[in-house]
């Protein structure tokens, strides 16, 4: 695999691993016991620490990405083991 085609599977790891990693670890004013501003989401953060969130999503990244080029190295999972009508019979003929 060229080195581009990889940079740009894991560009596409990062922003699908954000909205794995969003969810955690994120804390309303409510439970934090502050004070709402009129206009608030009562479901929105109290404190945002977009450097931390870039953290975790590379580490998440990396981690599925390195998962990725060792299967495609060593081809643990194939769309052979998911072909459920066993096409190859059709191809041949």
């Keep these: 695999m060229?080195?581009?085609s990889a940079l740009a599977i894991y560009v596409l790891f990062w922003a699908?691993?954000?909205?794995?990693?969003?969810?955690?670890?994120?804390r309303t004013t409510r439970e934090v016991g502050g004070e709402t501003v009129p206009?608030?989401?009562e479901s929105a953060p109290?404190?945002?620490?977009a450097g931390r969130v870039a953290w975790r999503v590379t580490i998440v990244a990396t981690?599925?990405?390195v998962l990725f080029q060792l299967n495609y190295a060593y081809?643990?999972?194939t769309p052979q083991m998911?072909?459920?009508?066993?096409?190859?019979?059709m191809v041949r003929r």
Excluded at 16 to 26: A, D, K, R
Excluded at 82 to 89: A, E, V
């Design 16 to 26: 699908f691993s954000v909205f794995l990693v969003l969810p955690f670890g994120v």
């Design 82 to 89: 998911f072909d459920l009508f066993d096409t190859r019979d």
């Design 39 to 41: 206009g608030q989401s």
């Design 46 to 49: 109290h404190d945002f620490h």
């Design 63 to 65: 981690t599925l990405f």
């Design 75 to 77: 081809g643990w999972i």
């Design 2 to 4: 060229r080195w581009t």
